[in-house]
């Protein structure tokens, strides 16, 4: 079956440290891959998307996201996360082909930031 | 302004006792879907949409009902709720055009459910 594994649960970083957010997905098909981010309180909302192309794509407030097929990953990074980045973030596919038209998110991940 | 609108946002309930959220969106999308978050799980698809009269269900269907009598509208039915459906949902709605599966999510601001 198909499902996405986001790699870690919780992250605590300092302001200004690099993040790297783990997302692996089991999946052969054609896939277009996403990131959602959930401010706390809030609705989900998409940071970022793959579709087709440069496997490094670049989505709102710094950060990016790179596609390596062989490892059926993508990774999300941003070089020097802010207190505002905060949240919970979501790693999801949809899967083209699987007749049930549906997305597949990963658990999620809690970064908190400390100021 | 293009949103998807749930409501209510909080709901407390007793067992049994049969409750309807709404879901509405304003963008003419075909798709629509609804989805509980539950701590350490993510998101569970419950049911969803292709279109007007044509639903199908998710990951974790049981004890739920939707409907799908207007485009816009997508209202998630609990008629008996039971506690280990307190949780946090959410509606949301994709454009078709272009392939469905290019189309990100647009999220509602969620329902947070607690049945006792």
């Known amino acids: 079956a198909q499902s996405v594994s986001q790699h870690n649960h919780h992250v605590i970083l300092s302001e200004a440290a690099s993040l790297e957010l783990g997302c692996n997905y089991s999946y052969g098909g054609t896939v277009n891959l996403f990131w959602y981010v959930q401010y706390p309180g809030q609705h989900l909302q998409l940071l970022l998307k793959?579709?087709?192309?440069?496997?490094l794509v670049k989505g709102i407030k710094g950060f990016e996201a790179e596609f390596i097929k062989s490892k059926f990953s993508f990774n999300l990074r941003k070089p020097s996360v802010q207190w505002s980045d905060t949240a919970e973030y979501f790693c999801?596919?949809?899967?083209?082909?699987?007749?049930?038209?549906?997305?597949?998110f990963g658990a999620g991940t809690r970064l908190f930031v400390k100021a | 302004e293009a949103q998807v609108t749930q409501n209510p946002r909080y709901l407390i309930t007793v067992t049994g006792k049969k409750l309807t959220v709404t879901c509405s969106q304003n963008m003419n999308h075909e798709y629509m879907s609804w989805y509980r978050q539950d701590p350490g799980l993510g998101l569970r698809q419950i049911y969803y949409s292709m279109n007007v009269e044509v639903t199908d269900k998710g990951d974790v269907p049981e004890g739920y009902k939707v409907s799908r009598k207007e485009k816009r509208n997508f209202p998630l039915i609990l008629e008996s709720p039971s506690p280990n459906q307190t949780s946090l949902y959410f509606c949301?709605?994709?454009?078709?055009?272009?392939?469905?599966?290019?189309?990100?999510?647009?999220f509602g601001n969620g329902t947070r459910l607690t049945v006792t």
């Open positions: 793959y579709f087709s192309g440069d496997p």
């Open positions: 949301a709605s994709r454009a078709s055009e272009g392939g469905w599966y290019n189309s990100p999510l647009h």
């Open positions: 999801a596919v949809n899967a083209a082909g699987t007749g049930g038209f549906k997305t597949i």
